[in-house]
């Protein structure tokens, strides 16, 4: 999963960025309003972080900016203590949530966490897709009661697959979701971390899950 975070104070940035990529996160920073809101028009996000006092653009206006333009991103406002009337205008405005600095990072992870599976209309930590189960907390796969070992890239595509299962997600769709904005999108790393999958998944199952459009991309689903 990919995550802007906007946010001008470096220290705090910074913390947050090792504390996300530490959980497996791809994470992008701007350090004003004016770059995160051009980011996040033009880089696709699962979820943006946003601080509420910015330079060149506050965080409320970005948010009505994005919202106005139809963007469905989730967005995670991290507000003062006191900024009451903020955090009103930013719910009023489309933000999915909120949290209060300071704040303790298991809790953000948490909130961050819960508006990624809001936005794919699964709320449950628990993903199931036929006999397929992963629990998005603890990153632990299973099929037919089994436990499968993935690598950490291994697990990012699969649970964006199963986030949306049952639509076609193309190889630029998936780059763009679990690799940084610098990565070569004409690379075939896709298509190899794939073929692992289908031999980790669908190897010794009578079902196959994961399955080939051509010249389109990949889905998941239970149907053979």
Not at 74 to 98: C, H, M, Q, W
Not at 204 to 220: E, K, P
């Amino acid at each position: 999963m990919k995550i802007l975070i906007i946010e001008d104070e470096k220290r705090m940035a910074g913390i947050l960025k090792k504390g996300l990529e530490e959980n497996a996160f791809i994470v992008d920073l701007a350090g004003d309003g004016e770059e995160g809101l051009y980011m996040a028009e033009n880089y696709p996000y699962d979820a943006v972080l946003l601080d509420i006092m910015l330079p060149v653009m506050d965080g409320l206006s970005i948010l009505s900016a994005l919202r106005s333009k139809r963007s469905e991103v989730p967005v995670l406002l991290i507000t003062a203590r006191g900024e009451i009337e903020s955090r009103i205008k930013g719910l009023n405005f489309g933000a999915d949530d909120y949290i209060v600095k300071p704040f303790d990072f298991h809790e953000l992870l948490a909130r961050l966490k819960s508006v990624i599976r809001r936005s794919k209309g699964r709320p449950s930590p628990l993903v199931a897709i036929d006999d397929l189960s992963l629990d998005t907390n603890s990153r632990s796969v299973c099929r037919g009661g089994r436990e499968i070992r993935l690598s950490a890239t291994e697990y990012n595509l699969l649970e964006y697959l199963a986030l949306n299962s049952g639509r076609v997600i193309s190889r630029t769709e998936l780059t763009e979701h679990i690799y940084d904005t610098d990565f070569d999108r004409d690379s075939n790393v896709i298509d190899v971390y794939v073929n692992h999958l289908r031999n980790k998944l669908d190897k010794g199952f009578d079902r196959q899950l994961i399955h080939t459009v051509r010249g389109a991309g990949y889905i998941l689903k239970g149907d053979a």
